[in-house]
T-cell receptor, first 113, second 114 residues
Framework: DQQVKQNSPSLSVQEGRISILNCDYTNSMFDYFLWYKKYPAEGPTFLIS?????DKNEDGRFTVFLNKSAKHLSLHIVPSQPGDSAVYFC????????????FGKGTRLSVIA | KAGVTQTPRYLIKTRGQQVTLSCSPISGHRSVSWYQQTPGQGLQFLFEYFSETQRNKGNFPGRFSGRQFSNSRSEMNVSTLELGDSALYLC?????????????FGPGTRLTVL
């Protein structure tokens, strides 16, 4: 069973517009969420995180929104740039204990100039 | 600070062989986790080591094993390779291995099983 789901395998956005990547989770015990970005031939790099005590976290062009009641989070990139073209992974964990990260399958974002 | 390094970067093996992959974490990081990435499957957790002890294990067969040394370097071993083991194997290190520690990934080892 997939505890973290990214239902869109790919997304294309024009440069300068907003990119919205979505992620759903099923395990209500998750209270810490992260986004990673992965370029080809490189390992994933950490982008932004949010804990369940917040519903929004912003870092420059990147904002993550968390809707706990819907078990849904989204990553907004504004404005999108060609260098943002990568695969984005959503991941979930728990702040207490030692819980491994559970990743979604990823969404490939293509930003078109 | 040097990042996470993994060796080798690419590996080609045949079915039935075994393979050992190596991961050197960021200096000072005591937790090392291993993941398998296959097309369309995202990153699947293999196991995590902390202070030379396996602390967590994912849902993989016993052919997949690992260990961690006193300097926090880690190795993973896959015995009796199968075609389905072809994947990108990623390791990640963090300070203590507990959220909200950030996990830093290496570039991965691309394993191809023929």
């Amino acid at each position: 069973d997939q505890q973290v789901k990214q239902n869109s395998p790919s997304l294309s956005v024009q440069e300068g517009r907003i990119s919205i990547l979505n992620c759903d989770y099923t395990n209500s015990m998750f209270d810490y969420f992260l986004w990673y970005k992965k370029y080809p031939a490189e390992g994933p790099t950490f982008l932004i995180s949010i804990s369940s005590i917040k519903d929004k976290n912003e870092d420059g062009r990147f904002t993550v929104f968390l809707n706990k009641s819907a078990k849904h989070l989204s990553l907004h990139i504004v404005p999108s740039q060609p260098g943002d073209s990568a695969v984005y992974f959503c991941a979930a964990s728990r702040l207490s204990g030692n819980t491994p990260l559970v990743f979604g399958k990823g969404t490939r974002l293509s930003v078109i100039a | 600070k040097a990042g996470v390094t993994q060796t080798p970067r690419y590996l080609i093996k045949t079915r039935g062989q075994q393979v050992t992959l190596s991961c050197s974490p960021i200096s000072g990081h005591r937790s090392v986790s291993w993941y398998q990435q296959t097309p369309g499957q995202g990153l699947q957790f293999l196991f995590e080591y902390f202070s030379e002890t396996q602390r967590n294990k994912g849902n993989f067969p016993g052919r997949f094993s690992g260990r961690q040394f006193s300097n926090s370097r880690s190795e993973m071993n896959v015995s009796t390779l199968e075609l389905g083991d072809s994947a990108l194997y990623l390791c990640a290190s963090s300070l203590e291995g507990t959220a909200p520690d950030t996990q830093y990934f290496g570039p991965g080892t691309r394993l191809t099983v023929l």
